[in-house]
């Protein structure tokens, strides 16, 4: 049997609540068939209310959600051909994993015979087959999330929709699940929408990251696109691993721009395509943390490419392979550099020292 396609559109998708709340608004998005995707974005930004538009547990006010090339808003989700698994697996205690698996080709009337047969064919792709009679109070969160996974993935959807999966789990758990998460989306190879509100599992896990706020879209694209190439502040500041730097237009020299403001003093700023700078106005840019080099005063004569602000060091936390720094580079702004452990233990900085943090003048990113 042909697979059906699971690529989805979201088409001036809103969403109201007693005709005022408004909780999504003039969504537009397109996500491929077989994608990862994953919507990203603190409490109360919309991101569950799409994940159940897609579902078919709620309509839009207004827009269109297209599936596979059919408009599907009106239709139950039996009909959309998607299913979806919540924070709370939900394993019927009773029923072994197979019988869990199964319970919705029993409940669609299959016999036995064909709904056991289907059940193995795939918890052998998703390596379930060991654990085949054991009761869910046997299994570890992990597997009973494989097992709720399966039991979602046996009816054959074409979008599979995950909504916080792996919020339950602790820290080391949850990396592990990261990776068979994606495992499992391979080895079926159907659409997985996926929300969170943990920036790092949504990098790790997508081909396309949707952040959001306030019911829009702030950016979408792939995951290394949007950590590394924020389009505006709230991107960059929520996604983290980035200093957002503001100050006023000196000069526009070619394809940079230069910039001040009372802590800074000539950076340079590469242009961006689509974003307009003219002397005397306004801007914000971001440096990421892990390219802010320290240099105390006086070491060095810096390169003309590099860029520079004097700053104070007010905290030390040591992450393991690198050291978090925090600077006050700009009052009442977090400043921070990602220093690699080695170098940083080299000639170690203790709170209170005076630095020069230092960056490449190019990777300097311009916001919209």
């Known amino acids: 049997m042909t697979r059906a396609k699971g690529d989805i559109e979201l088409a001036g998708v809103c969403k109201t609540y007693d005709g005022e709340v408004m909780a999504v608004e003039g969504v537009n998005l397109k996500i491929p068939d077989g994608a990862y995707c994953c919507l990203l974005g603190p409490s109360g930004c919309g991101k569950t209310t799409i994940l159940r538009m897609i579902a078919g547990h709620e309509d839009p006010t207004d827009g269109e959600i297209v599936i596979g090339g059919d408009n599907v808003v009106g239709l139950p989700p039996v009909a959309r051909r998607t299913a979806m698994m919540f924070q709370s697996y939900a394993l019927f205690p009773h029923l072994t994993v197979r019988d869990n698996i199964a319970f919705a080709l029993r409940v669609r ?27 869910p109070a046997q299994l570890s969160g992990g597997q009973q999330q494989r097992v709720a996974l399966a039991r979602a993935a046996i009816t054959e959807p074409r979008v599979l929709l995950l909504d916080e999966p792996l919020s339950a789990l602790d820290e080391q758990l949850r990396i592990q699940m990261r990776q068979e998460l994606r495992r499992m989306q391979r080895e079926l190879g159907i659409t997985f929408v996926h929300v969170t509100h943990t920036q790092l599992e949504a990098i790790a896990l997508a081909d396309i990251v949707v952040v959001m706020e306030k019911g829009k879209i702030r950016q979408a694209g792939p995951a290394r696109d949007v950590y590394a190439y924020p389009k505006d502040r709230y991107v960059a500041e929520f996604l983290g691993g980035q200093n957002v730097l503001a100050g006023r237009v000196e000069s526009v020299n070619g394809s940079s721009i230069v910039v001040a403001s009372p802590q800074l003093r000539g950076i340079e700023v590469p242009l961006r395509k689509g974003v307009a700078a003219s002397a005397g106005g306004d801007v914000e840019f971001a440096v990421r943390r892990d390219e802010v080099e320290l240099v105390r005063p006086g070491v060095t ?68």
């Open 109 to 135: 009337g299959q016999s036995k015979a064909e709904r056991y047969a289907a059940v193995d064919r795939l918890m052998d792709k998703v390596r379930l087959t060991e654990l085949a009679d054991r009761l």
């Open 301 to 368: 004569t810096l390169s003309p490419s590099v860029a520079s602000v004097n700053s104070r060091v007010t905290a030390v936390e040591y992450q393991g392979s690198f050291v978090k720094v925090m600077l006050d580079a700009v009052p009442g702004q977090e400043f921070v550099a990602y220093v690699p452990e080695r170098k940083f233990f080299d000639d170690p900085l203790a709170i209170g020292d005076l630095v020069l943090a230092t960056w490449p003048s190019q990777s300097a990113r311009l916001l919209d």
